[in-house]
C-alpha cells in the first residue's frame, strides 16, 4: 500500500508535522512525503494526505507567501508553489482516500483554515475524505510548534492508517 503525503511548509513547521505524520502511517503504508513546490503526483497512491499553512484565513496565495518571507527565513523555494496552484493543476482523483492536516498560530477563536480548504479542494477532485481536517499549532507565524504537535501528528497519522484499514470514513 503505497501513502503520499503533500506538503507546503515556509517555515518547516508543517514539514516536520508532514513528517511526523508518515512515521504514523508507516506500518500500514511505503510512505513518500513530497513539497508541494516539485508538483507530485498522485497517480496510484491508495492515500493522499495534503497539509500547508494556515495563512490569511485559508490557503497560502503568491502575496502571502512573499509577505511571510518579510518576516522570517523561508525554506528555499517555499514561495514559488503552494497548494492552491497544485490543485489547481491537478486531475481527477475518484475515490482516492484521502485527508488534510494545517498548521496554525495558537490562537484561540483564529477563524480560518487552509486545511478545511484543502478538504474541499480534494472532494473536488473527487477524493474520499477518511477524516476530519486537522489542525496542528505553532507558537507564532515562524514556528516553532506548539510543545507536543509532533507526537500528536504521529498519532494522527496512526488513526488515519486504521480509519483508511476499515475501508470506512469519519466525514
Not at 502571502?64 to 486531475?91: C, H, I, K, M, N
Not at 473536488?124 to 507565524?141: D, N, Q, S, Y
Request: proline share 7%; with cysteine.
Amino acid at each position: 500500500m503505497k501513502a503520499l503525503i503533500i506538503y507546503e511548509s515556509l517555515f518547516g513547521n508543517t514539514e516536520k508535522v508532514a513528517e511526523a505524520i508518515a512515521d504514523g502511517l508507516r506500518e500500514s503504508y511505503e510512505v513518500t512525503v513530497a513539497d508541494v513546490a516539485g508538483m507530485p503526483r498522485a497517480s496510484g497512491v491508495d492515500l493522499l494526505v495534503v497539509g500547508g499553512p494556515t495563512h490569511a484565513f485559508g490557503m497560502t496565495r503568491p502575496a502571502t507567501r512573499r509577505q511571510a518571507g518579510q518576516q522570517g527565513d523561508v525554506r528555499p523555494g517555499a514561495v514559488t508553489a503552494g497548494l492552491r496552484e497544485y490543485f489547481d493543476s491537478a486531475p481527477s482523483l475518484h475515490g482516492v482516500p484521502a485527508a488534510a492536516f494545517d498548521t496554525k498560530v495558537n490562537k484561540p477563536l483564529l477563524p480560518g483554515s487552509a486545511a478545511r480548504a484543502a478538504q474541499r479542494r480534494l472532494r473536488g477532485l473527487g477524493c474520499r475524505i477518511l477524516m476530519p481536517a486537522e489542525h496542528f499549532l505553532v507558537t507564532g507565524t515562524p514556528g516553532p510548534l506548539a510543545p507536543g504537535e509532533e507526537d500528536r501528528a504521529r498519532r494522527w497519522g496512526a488513526g488515519l492508517a486504521a480509519v483508511a484499514a476499515t475501508g470506512k470514513h469519519r466525514v
